[in-house]
């Protein structure tokens, strides 16, 4: 018997000590909690402030001015005020400005590599145009065809300068 009392005394004790364990080890699982939710906020908060990082010219466009027809918007600001806006929020690879020039038949372009932003004056506001890179060059040519070189397949690098997908036979071997 005093193996079974033994054997009871040392559950007691283990049992003691599992629950003085469990206390103690408490206060860990409540600071590793702490630190989980602490991270997974701040992965919520960072992919938050990121998720506007990764949004297009055209869609921001689309949420910040009225639209008033397919790619065309409308702002009652002036057309500087407007590509200044624009061009803050996402820096172009060239900016053109052809109202020093050409007035109010002039307008202020802004080049991406994969977009042209017009921003002309309309009344007191600006009409706002958002065209594919051939598109937009070949509308607005007499504005920016001496500043832009043509767009390639694929519109511009990061530089300016035409950018093409693919080759003939062989090439990248």
């Not at 003085?20 to 602490?38: E, I, L, P, S, Y």
């Not at 005020?81 to 038949?105: C, L, N, Y």
């Amino acid at each position: 018997m005093s193996k079974d009392r033994a054997t009871s005394k040392d559950r007691a004790t283990s049992k003691d000590r599992a629950t003085d364990g469990h206390r103690a080890g408490n206060g860990v699982r409540a600071r590793k909690g702490h630190r989980a939710v602490g991270a997974v906020a701040a992965a919520a908060l960072a992919a938050t402030a990121l998720a506007g990082c990764g949004q297009s010219q055209a869609s921001w466009i689309g949420d910040k001015y009225s639209r008033v027809g397919t790619d065309t918007y409308r702002s009652p600001k002036a057309p500087q005020a407007v590509a200044g806006e624009i061009g803050r929020k996402f820096k172009p690879i060239d900016r053109v400005d052809s109202m020093a020039t050409k007035g109010a038949a002039g307008g202020i372009f802004l080049r991406y590599p994969k977009l042209v932003v017009g921003v002309l004056p309309s009344g007191t506001g600006s009409r706002i145009t958002v065209d594919k890179p051939r598109r937009g060059y070949n509308r607005y040519y007499t504005h920016v065809g001496g500043f832009w070189s043509s767009p390639g397949s694929n519109g511009w690098n990061s530089r300016g300068a035409a950018s093409f997908r693919g080759g003939g036979p062989g090439s990248g071997k």
